[in-house]
């Protein structure tokens, strides 16, 4: 699978609304074919950075998803929001789900 985190720093007055502005593109995302996820977070230190972690399917997956009508417009509607380039952590992994946090095992 191809595992992307990106980190989204958006301008103070756009934050809280971030999770609206980001949703069509999100469903529209989720709804592929080849994504097996697509999930944003908030961080707690900071309330203006938002995290993407994301994960396709394979590099034809992730290559639709690039370019895909929904990825072009967020190309345009997604960059006034921010406050710079969002930060990208892209690798590919000989898996296609998550594996279990071991050394926090929960035995019930």
């Known amino acids: 699978m191809i595992f992307i985190t990106a980190k989204f720093r958006v301008l103070p ?22 994504c097996l996820w697509f999930d944003w977070s908030r ?11 994301e994960a396709f399917r394979d590099d034809e997956a992730a290559g639709a998803h690039v370019n895909s009508p929904h990825f072009k417009a967020a190309q345009q509607s997604l960059p006034p929001h921010l406050t710079e380039t969002p930060r990208i952590v892209n690798f590919k992994l000989p898996q296609n789900d998550w594996s279990e946090l071991g050394e926090l095992a929960v035995n019930r």
């Open 43 to 53: 961080s707690l230190d900071d309330p203006t950075e938002y995290v993407l972690v």
């Open 13 to 34: 007055e756009h934050a809280d609304k971030w999770p609206e502005i980001t949703a069509d593109f999100t469903a529209a995302t989720r709804s592929e074919a080849g």
